[in-house]
């Protein structure tokens, strides 16, 4: 396919404009998408790829590094336990295969290589990251007045792609909003992805640092994500004790989890949280708690039989095995049935999918990306590995990897990380506006 | 419709301020103030539909008069007779929906005659617009007022912000922000001062006046029925209460000021840490501001203020205090409360009158006995304000002055023994009759009130914040550069993220404003 040259022709302002679109339609991880598998941050991004192939831009800029073999390693292993094993290849291993594969493509080397084609400033970065902070915001506490009037969801109202979309009460007689994906942690994910992010572009714009608080705080603060509050504060903390260089940065990570202590404590809300959110759940998880809930239940399945998986077949079943074992009830010698489509957890999910040593790779992709971006000390960088060390956080209680976040902050990274390919643009300009001249 | 409601929230103020901001980009200011104005009588209708035509017909008839009132003032005529007309039928209408059946049922009462007490429903907000249109009347009169166009006007007395529990405005501070440069432009500093006081404003009635209620309803209710109530009891209600109507009517003028900031519209402050007073006359200063400027310039000075001796001041000043507690409702309860509140300042007078001259050390306490003494005596006003009648209030102040012992709470019945042990000699007796609200719940109370008072006590007030959050933005608007913003303390950004996410999810269905039966 080639577009005539003088009716299509390559624009970085309409580009960036683009990229822009593609992270602010990032909260619509579910709603609206015109089809079960194709969400609207892939239909935005996939389309801009089609474009730039035509323009025959997108294979100039498309590049790979040394590190980016661990991720294909991963992937390989995950397709050859399936091919390997003995068994019927089912339609769930092509569609994981698949999902897998686009998902990666598409958000990790294609949108990284999309920034330096579009010549993206850090900048405009944040601002479509506030967009859709604030899209994801306004829609958390929209849908939470109106399920907690009226009893109507946003599924119930505009379409959504998820076929499972759980109803979930929170503090005896609240119930959960979730946002404009099928769960609410979902959407706790994208403002861990997106609010750090954003600060990209508050940083040059206070005067909408509170006005914007005042909504991403609650439209956050009312999905009642347990794993979210867990994973922010663990990275914060993470990042606090890493970055540590004097005593009082200690001091001050302990007056945190002193005063999270005091809270989860002493508060009536604490107790609460703790019964109905955070703690209901680890106990269930230990096997410790009276009653269990559904959610946490079939969490705690699906995480024993996941070990049971991987101690039979430590070489990996292949990426989607699991879930077609549950939707067909295909019976696979040697591996364990588990009574839900996944794991809950991506790197259960790659443990049981693709073996020791696909988790080892992935780990040290995940590792080396994560390392790469602590060794800076610019508050981009900072700002990215924060988020990016949230949502990998968060993924050890969330399977789906098709989601645009985690691989849009490893693109991220390495845009901001890697001055050797700035400067081997073609068209050298000022692509990375937000970073000081010297990485430029 | 209430500020405190998803519909508001999440409908009404988005739809308004968007439509705002595009009529103000693209076309004049007239269709900008028609659409406020529209938006306004909407917000009315959606609380009290019944009652729109009474607030339409009253924004009329004193555009009219204020019309007749300046052209015959410009003919150098007397206006007198017009000024009485127009003033006599606001408080003619006025009587007629909220003194009725007062004055029906107190006539009966003195003459033993039998006339039907009637039934009529309280236009909402009827004592705060019908005062802003006499104050826009007598100043037309005294030559003090410019003429408005009939827009601006019905803008002007149905602008949704203030409309049904004030504060109370003045056209002339207020109508010709409806032109200036900074209308509806959403500018930073509006923006940020506006969105920080209506989140505050949303914490204080959702998370700490609602809370509240129950207690106070539990003590003021069981006294309305008869139900003897302990010392315990009555000072945890009144406290309650204080606490509670405080919060409440703070919260809904934070609110009030927070939503016309972000219109770029300055209300005049309400409240000011009242409960911070040191004595009755600083109380007044500090305590629903906008309702004591106004009868302090449209009652108490006209009647003679302080120009015709201490005995007529004196005079005045009760009568205005009565009249002020009048107001608030149709019912002795109020006077009496009005009453207590001038024999006060009274006394505030007389002892500031005795005390100049004489010198200060031989007579000063520290500070904080001051305000603990204002604090309680406010408190006890506030058991006529709030009771149901009378002899409730009574009721309640007799359990609370150890009318009917000491008796503490049945729930600290289990540390009876050590109280004996510690405190010996003292037959220590324990009842309680709210076992669901108030002896029961010990802990919540106190943490609530302790919270609450400590709030009150201590904490910056929203305007203290509000003039933080904008300091440099206001800073940089001097230097033309209002962009150029220093970001908050995280602590103040994060501290108001999270009180705002809290209110939203206890923000309740019905949860009116105590000010609005008023």
Same mark, same amino acid.
């Given at each position: 396919?080639n577009?005539?040259?003088?009716?299509?022709?390559?624009?970085?302002?309409?580009?960036?404009?683009?990229?822009?679109?593609?992270?602010?339609?990032?909260?619509?991880?579910?709603?609206?998408?015109?089809?079960?598998?194709?969400?609207?941050?892939?239909?935005?991004?996939?389309?801009?790829?089609?474009?730039?192939l035509?323009?025959?831009?997108?294979?100039?800029?498309?590049?790979?590094?040394?590190?980016?073999?661990?991720?294909?390693?991963?992937?390989?292993?995950?397709?050859?336990?399936?091919?390997?094993?003995?068994?019927?290849?089912?339609?769930?291993?092509i569609?994981?295969?698949?999902?897998?594969?686009?998902?990666?493509?598409?958000f990790?080397f294609?949108?990284r290589?999309?920034?330096?084609?579009a010549?993206?400033?850090?900048?405009?970065?944040g601002?479509?990251?506030?967009?859709?902070?604030?899209?994801?915001?306004?829609?958390?506490?929209?849908?939470?007045?109106?399920?907690?009037?009226?009893?109507?969801?946003?599924?119930?109202?505009?379409?959504?792609?998820?076929?499972?979309?759980?109803?979930?009460?929170?503090?005896?007689?609240?119930?959960?909003?979730?946002?404009?994906?099928?769960?609410?942690?979902?959407?706790?994910?994208?403002?861990?992805?997106?609010?750090?992010?954003?600060?990209?572009?508050?940083?040059?714009?206070?005067?909408?640092?509170l006005?914007?608080?005042?909504?991403?705080?609650?439209?956050?603060?009312?999905?009642?994500?347990?794993?979210?509050?867990?994973?922010?504060?663990?990275?914060?903390?993470?990042?606090?004790?890493?970055?540590?260089?004097?005593?009082?940065?200690?001091?001050?990570?302990?007056?945190?989890?002193?005063?999270?202590?005091?809270?989860?404590?002493?508060s009536?809300?604490?107790?609460?949280?703790?019964e109905?959110?955070?703690?209901?759940?680890?106990?269930?998880?230990?096997?410790?708690?009276?009653?269990?809930?559904?959610?946490?239940?079939?969490?705690?399945?699906?995480?024993?039989?996941?070990?049971?998986?991987?101690?039979?077949?430590?070489?990996?079943?292949?990426?989607?095995?699991?879930?077609?074992?549950?939707?067909s009830?295909?019976?696979?010698?040697?591996?364990?049935?588990?009574?839900?489509?996944?794991?809950?957890?991506?790197?259960?999910?790659?443990?049981?999918s693709?073996?020791?040593?696909?988790?080892?790779?992935?780990?040290?992709?995940?590792?080396?990306?994560?390392?790469?971006?602590?060794?800076?000390?610019?508050?981009?960088?900072?700002?990215?590995?924060?988020?990016?060390?949230?949502?990998?956080?968060?993924?050890?209680?969330?399977?789906?990897?098709?989601?645009?976040?985690?691989?849009?902050?490893?693109?991220?990274?390495?845009?901001?990380g890697?001055?050797?390919?700035?400067?081997?643009?073609?068209?050298?300009?000022?692509?990375?506006?937000?970073?000081?001249?010297?990485?430029? | 419709?209430?500020?405190?409601?998803?519909?508001?929230?999440?409908?009404?103020?988005p739809?308004t301020?968007?439509?705002?901001?595009?009529?103000?980009?693209?076309?004049?200011?007239?269709?900008?103030?028609?659409?406020?104005?529209?938006?306004?009588?909407?917000?009315?209708?959606?609380?009290?539909?019944r009652?729109?035509?009474?607030?339409?017909?009253?924004?009329?008839?004193?555009?009219?008069?204020?019309?007749a009132i300046?052209?015959r003032?410009?003919?150098?005529?007397?206006?007198?007779?017009?000024?009485?007309?127009g003033?006599?039928?606001?408080?003619?209408?006025?009587?007629?929906?909220?003194?009725?059946?007062?004055?029906?049922e107190n006539?009966?009462?003195v003459?033993?005659?039998?006339?039907?007490?009637?039934?009529?429903?309280?236009?909402?907000?009827?004592?705060?617009?019908?005062?802003?249109?006499?104050?826009f009347?007598?100043?037309?009169?005294?030559?003090?007022a410019?003429?408005?166009?009939?827009?601006?006007?019905?803008?002007? /007395?149905?602008?949704f912000?203030?409309?049904?529990?004030?504060?109370?405005?003045?056209?002339?501070?207020?109508?010709?922000?409806?032109?200036?440069?900074?209308?509806?432009?959403?500018?930073?500093?509006? /923006?940020?001062?506006?969105?920080?006081?209506?989140?505050?404003?949303?914490?204080?009635?959702?998370?700490?006046?609602?809370?509240?209620?129950?207690?106070?309803d539990?003590?003021?209710?069981g006294?309305?029925?008869?139900?003897?109530?302990?010392?315990?009891?009555?000072?945890?209600?009144?406290?309650?209460?204080?606490?509670?109507?405080?919060?409440?009517? !703070?919260?809904?003028?934070?609110?009030?000021?927070?939503?016309?900031?972000?219109?770029?519209?300055?209300?005049?402050?309400?409240?000011?840490?009242?409960?911070?007073?040191?004595?009755?006359?600083?109380?007044?200063?500090?305590?629903?501001?906008?309702?004591?400027?106004?009868?302090?310039?449209y009652?108490?000075?006209?009647?003679?203020?302080?120009?015709r001796?201490?005995?007529?001041?004196y005079?005045?000043?009760?009568?205005?205090?009565?009249?002020?507690?009048?107001?608030?409702?149709?019912?002795?309860?109020?006077?009496?409360?009005?009453?207590?509140?001038?024999?006060?300042?009274?006394?505030?007078?007389a002892?500031?009158?005795w +005390?100049?001259g +004489?010198?200060?050390?031989?007579?000063?306490?520290?500070?904080?006995?001051?305000t603990?003494?204002?604090?309680?005596?406010?408190?006890?006003?506030w058991?006529?304000?709030?009771a149901?009648?009378?002899?409730?209030?009574?009721?309640?102040?007799? !359990?609370?002055?150890?009318?009917?012992?000491?008796?503490?709470?049945q729930?600290?019945?289990?540390a009876?023994?050590?109280?004996?042990?510690?405190?010996?000699?003292?037959?220590?007796?324990?009842?309680?009759?709210?076992?669901?609200?108030?002896?029961?719940? /010990?802990?919540?109370?106190?943490?609530?009130?302790?919270?609450?008072?400590?709030?009150?006590?201590?904490?910056?007030?929203?305007?203290?914040?509000?003039?933080?959050?904008?300091?440099?933005?206001?800073?940089?608007?001097?230097?033309?550069?209002? +962009?150029?913003?220093?970001?908050?303390?995280? !602590?103040?950004?994060?501290g108001?993220?999270?009180?705002?996410?809290?209110?939203?999810?206890?923000?309740?269905?019905?949860?009116?404003?105590?000010?609005?039966?008023?």
């Amino acid at each position: 396919m080639n577009f005539p040259a003088a009716a299509v022709q390559h624009s970085p302002v309409l580009a960036s404009r683009a990229f822009m679109a593609f992270v602010a339609t990032i909260p619509f991880l579910h709603a609206l998408a015109p089809g079960p598998w194709l969400p609207l941050p892939m239909l935005v991004a996939g389309l801009a790829l089609l474009v730039y192939l035509a323009l025959g831009q997108a294979q100039r800029y498309v590049y790979f590094e040394t590190t980016d073999l661990l991720l294909a390693v991963t992937l390989a292993l995950g397709v050859a336990a399936f091919v390997l094993r003995p068994g019927a290849v089912g339609q769930k291993n092509i569609n994981h295969t698949a999902a897998l594969i686009v998902s990666v493509g598409l958000f990790y080397f294609w949108v990284r290589a999309w920034l330096r084609v579009a010549r993206v400033s850090l900048e405009q970065v944040g601002a479509a990251a506030l967009v859709g902070l604030l899209v994801a915001s306004l829609a958390v506490i929209t849908e939470f007045g109106l399920i907690n009037t009226t009893g109507l969801y946003f599924s119930d109202l505009i379409p959504y792609s998820a076929d499972e979309l759980p109803q979930i009460d929170v503090l005896t007689d609240l119930k959960r909003p979730r946002g404009l994906a099928a769960e609410p942690g979902f959407t706790a994910m994208v403002f861990e992805a997106l609010a750090p992010l954003s600060w990209l572009y508050l940083r040059r714009h206070r005067y909408l640092v509170l006005p914007a608080a005042l909504l991403v705080l609650p439209g956050f603060l009312l999905l009642f994500s347990a794993g979210a509050i867990l994973s922010v504060v663990l990275a914060f903390l993470l990042i606090l004790v890493f970055r540590a260089r004097s005593g009082t940065v200690w001091a001050f990570a302990g007056v945190i989890i002193a005063a999270i202590a005091a809270f989860a404590i002493f508060s009536d809300l604490a107790g609460l949280l703790f019964e109905q959110v955070v703690g209901r759940k680890l106990l269930d998880l230990i096997g410790a708690a009276d009653a269990t809930l559904a959610e946490t239940a079939s969490r705690y399945d699906a995480y024993t039989t996941a070990a049971t998986i991987f101690a039979q077949q430590p070489f990996g079943i292949g990426w989607g095995t699991v879930s077609e074992m549950f939707a067909s009830g295909a019976i696979i010698p040697g591996v364990p049935q588990l009574n839900s489509r996944g794991v809950m957890s991506l790197y259960l999910e790659v443990l049981v999918s693709a073996g020791l040593a696909g988790l080892l790779c992935f780990a040290a992709f995940l590792l080396l990306k994560l390392k790469a971006l602590a060794r800076r000390s610019d508050p981009q960088a900072t700002l990215v590995l924060l988020a990016a060390l949230t949502v990998m956080i968060h993924h050890a209680a969330v399977l789906e990897f098709w989601f645009p976040m985690l691989w849009l902050l490893l693109a991220l990274g390495d845009y901001i990380g890697d001055s050797s390919h700035a400067r081997a643009m073609p068209a050298p300009g000022p692509i990375v506006g937000g970073l000081p001249a010297a990485q430029s | 419709m209430l500020f405190n409601s998803w519909i508001f929230v999440l409908a009404f103020l988005p739809a308004t301020l968007a439509v705002a901001s595009a009529l103000r980009r693209h076309l004049s200011l007239g269709p900008l103030v028609v659409w406020l104005a529209l938006a306004s009588l909407a917000f009315y209708a959606l609380w009290s539909p019944r009652h729109v035509p009474l607030l339409l017909g009253s924004i009329l008839f004193n555009f009219w008069v204020g019309r007749a009132i300046a052209s015959r003032r410009r003919a150098a005529e007397p206006v007198r007779g017009w000024l009485a007309f127009g003033v006599a039928i606001d408080l003619a209408v006025l009587a007629a929906f909220k003194y009725a059946a007062f004055i029906v049922e107190n006539a009966n009462a003195v003459t033993g005659a039998t006339l039907p007490v009637p039934v009529v429903e309280l236009p909402v907000g009827v004592s705060f617009y019908t005062f802003t249109q006499i104050a826009f009347l007598v100043d037309v009169s005294r030559g003090e007022a410019s003429e408005y166009g009939l827009q601006r006007f019905t803008l002007f /007395v149905s602008y949704f912000p203030h409309l049904v529990a004030g504060p109370v405005i003045h056209h002339r501070r207020v109508i010709p922000q409806f032109a200036a440069p900074r209308f509806c432009r959403f500018e930073a500093p509006d /923006v940020l001062a506006g969105s920080c006081l209506f989140a505050i404003g949303l914490a204080k009635k959702v998370l700490l006046a609602d809370p509240l209620a129950p207690f106070a309803d539990a003590v003021f209710n069981g006294a309305s029925a008869g139900i003897p109530l302990t010392l315990w009891e009555s000072w945890g209600g009144m406290l309650a209460y204080s606490l509670q109507l405080y919060f409440d009517f !703070s919260g809904y003028s934070d609110m009030a000021l927070g939503l016309s900031r972000l219109l770029g519209v300055d209300l005049p402050v309400n409240f000011n840490s009242p409960y911070r007073a040191g004595s009755i006359i600083e109380f007044w200063r500090r305590w629903h501001i906008t309702l004591s400027r106004f009868l302090r310039d449209y009652l108490y000075i006209p009647l003679g203020g302080n120009r015709r001796g201490p005995i007529r001041r004196y005079l005045n000043l009760m009568a205005t205090m009565l009249l002020g507690g009048l107001w608030h409702g149709a019912a002795w309860t109020y006077v009496v409360w009005g009453g207590f509140h001038g024999m006060l300042l009274l006394v505030n007078h007389a002892w500031r009158a005795w +005390r100049t001259g +004489r010198p200060a050390s031989r007579i000063s306490l520290p500070t904080f006995l001051w305000t603990l003494l204002t604090f309680v005596a406010v408190t006890v006003g506030w058991a006529f304000f709030r009771a149901g009648s009378l002899t409730a209030a009574l009721d309640v102040l007799q !359990s609370a002055f150890g009318g009917r012992g000491l008796a503490l709470p049945q729930s600290l019945a289990p540390a009876r023994d050590w109280l004996v042990t510690v405190v010996p000699g003292i037959d220590w007796t324990f009842s309680g009759m709210f076992s669901n609200a108030l002896t029961e719940n /010990v802990w919540l109370w106190t943490t609530l009130t302790g919270c609450a008072l400590a709030i009150a006590l201590a904490a910056p007030n929203s305007m203290a914040i509000a003039d933080y959050v904008t300091a440099d933005a206001r800073a940089g608007e001097s230097t033309g550069r209002p +962009r150029s913003v220093r970001l908050p303390r995280w !602590s103040v950004v994060a501290g108001l993220g999270v009180i705002c996410a809290l209110s939203l999810a206890r923000l309740q269905a019905n949860s009116p404003f105590i000010y609005y039966q008023f």
